[in-house]
């Protein structure tokens, strides 16, 4: 049997809360077709996008009340995926049903559990509490990624490309000299690389006009299956950041959400936060770099994600830097196993 | 063996007749490539449309004469589809032929013959003279459509979408209401709905000026694999339209040629014929809606298309108001049957 | 076993040599990805286009002195397919390596070698003095063709087709009704057909001034895999042009390279060169139609290829004016299979 592609039990980002309203949103996850929309109280609805009738995507129906009205027969379906209604009959047969999906709506964003409803734990969800605090100006997008999800967590997770891929802001030489220091916990990787008095990234030296040499970070924590915070910033060399006194420097928080669309496409949900100048229109304007950095990092996947395909049996080998990202990939990999043998036994 | 998808031994409409002349057409039917062109005294041709020489589509040379010379190497093929000139050489080789299909030409539409020629029968085509009689005006248009052939035939037997897809003017809830009388026949299925003294769809009510409570009507007949006509209208309520006297009413008659193109794609010629304001302009414009209601089946069955082919194994369900579609499919489905065992004998 | 698609001891023209510079230029060659720079003092080199450790395309990198670095993480390659330098750790290990291939530039080519580099022998590149000679004015142009390179190959080989593709510049009868003398080397394949006191081909009888009958001639030595050279014109009829005095007429050397890009596409490098005029602007222009007769030949190898894809199993037959292009076909599948029986040995 081949290995699953996606681990089942397991909160994965389904859209930016804002994204959910009355009219249904159809949505790829996880190679399943799934609908969204919320109910009159608001609540958000995650179903199956597809009529049991005949196959018809939900999406193109409407939300009446608290239930989804197919767009071609009008069979209505309620929020658990049962049929309450078939027009021109009374009664409604046993197997008239679409899987339902829990939901849980929360730093705003909308998550969803395509695995055993019955383990849904939203406790497992992180902390991600910047997302919606007043204390963080945030900046945030969506980009649909033709890769594999696991090639694009590794992007993410991978420091020592930027300075080749994003040597204008995010890079720096230092990233390569400093050994990262890795953590791992059940369902957790945290990595951290300090670089003290050298050379900071260009995009925080500049947002935090530090002059010459700078103490920079990079702090990140991973939960499998798809979110990663980053704590990122830079300071003032000797002013005391890496010992808890940031104040001569500035803080973000880069937060990822990557959730597979199919096996070869993947959707990523950002938020870029800051603890400073929050109100600054001028500082937000200049940091929307960050968008194109990104982007810069989903050439690079798209790329190779060209080239595995078409050439998938080419070999590959590991070099020193990628740790981290093994690291990572090996936690997931449990993980997926750990399901697999649940399941079965 | 897998059953075949296409009945063969069968009239399909290739085409309308003004798109044929002696520029040739190409066009593929049933999976096959086919050219269509008119000899010197306009007489319609059906070849395959590849030379057996280099694979070129004759569609590509030009018509000489009663022939059709390729464009690649300019041989000469005549409409009973053997090669009669090879440049180079005197002699032509016993293989040098392709396939050539009885076609017809009636009421306006061109007919072909993928199966046995030997078993071509001009009476099998169905009497469809409102097609190109003066008593009658007409609409007509054509669909490329991404479907199975057998889900576009579904979806114009079927009236029970009409209040949920066409609200606006086909629709009305009496069409839910009313069960549908269906008679079957060797090589036909028939079916009639008659919704007395009840709200008229509106497209009709419009066009017959009813006020408030009409009689209306839905007949079809079915003539398998790909021909539907309809017999629609309304008329004031209690005015005879049921007995008789449709002159308070208005009647069009709709008639679809449904051929598949391939297993993935669907051919659709349509006309819709009244029998009322023949000249009248403006209510042909009023009446040129119908083209937009046609187009909304085309977007229902394009999206179960793609789900369908997403998610091929996905169970569905039959409803009660599916009894018409699927007594046709299972009439269909005898024919090819009947086809397959009379080949194998 | 299939039998290969390309026969690989052989040299193919991977680019116009005006092509290369010290950007990296990518180009898919026989299905395998290239990139193709030059080094500090000018010598092409060519490398697998995928880096050995994340399968990144180098050609989205950058070339640094006489080496190639990765776009991604900075793994730097030199000509000889080597690893060099990897960021973040001091030793390379033995499994860092790509493919290199050998180049030579000769003619205004660059040409490649993707079989075992012990047998390049620069010996084998064909004569084509005329391309980068001062007594020949040339135009150029490349083509990207959707079909094998071998059907691609059949139509530059075949000029009976020229009649009914080219009528108004290339095509004569007389190209049917002068039988071809082919003379079968070990590696090359030469036809010659002489066309005397007939109507010459519209092109050159313009651009020799012909007036009534013209002798012309038609000549091409095909080199497999894919580089032909062909020897065309036409002179007043009687003026001695076979007998070696070819001052009363126009000669022109059209030269093609044809490499399979993969098994169902085709580059397509081609120069058309003369021998008169050299330095008339408006004869420049005026043979600039060559351009358009070429591409008439694109259509049809491209609509032949769609043909074929879609009917893969259906039967063809020859005729007496394939044999040129059958001898050409002859020849490359025995050097295929000798290649073939040589590696299996």
Known sequence: MDKPMFLKNSWYVAAFDTEIGHEPLARTLLNEPVVLFRTEDGTPVALEDRCCHRALPLSMGKVIGNDIQCGYHGLEFDAAGDCVKIPGQNAVPPGATIDSYPVVERWGWVWIWMGDPAKADENQIPDYFWLDSPD??????????????????????????????HPDTLGNAAKL????????????????????????????AKAAKIEGKGDSWNRWVYNPPGTIMFD???????????????????TV???HAITPETGTTTHHFWTSARSFAQEDAAMTEQLKVIRKVFLEDV??????ARTIAAFPDAPTIDVAMDHPTIQAR????RLIDEERQSSAA
């Open 253 to 255: 928080h880069n937060t």
């Open 232 to 250: 990122v910033g830079a300071a003032q060399a000797g002013t005391g950041a890496f010992e808890g006194d940031r104040s001569h420097g500035v």
């Open 330 to 333: 090996n936690l997931l990999s």
């Open 177 to 204: 000299r400093v050994k990262p220091n890795v953590t791992r916990e059940e369902r957790a990787l945290k990595c951290e690389r300090l670089m003290p008095n050298d050379e900071p990234p260009p995009l925080w």
């Open 299 to 304: 050439d690079m996947v798209e790329a190779q």
């Open 136 to 165: 963080w100006a945030t900046i945030e997008d969506y980009f649909h990624v033709k890769c594999h999800y696991q090639a694009y967590i590794d992007i993410q997770l991978d420091q020592t490309h930027s300075p080749y891929v």
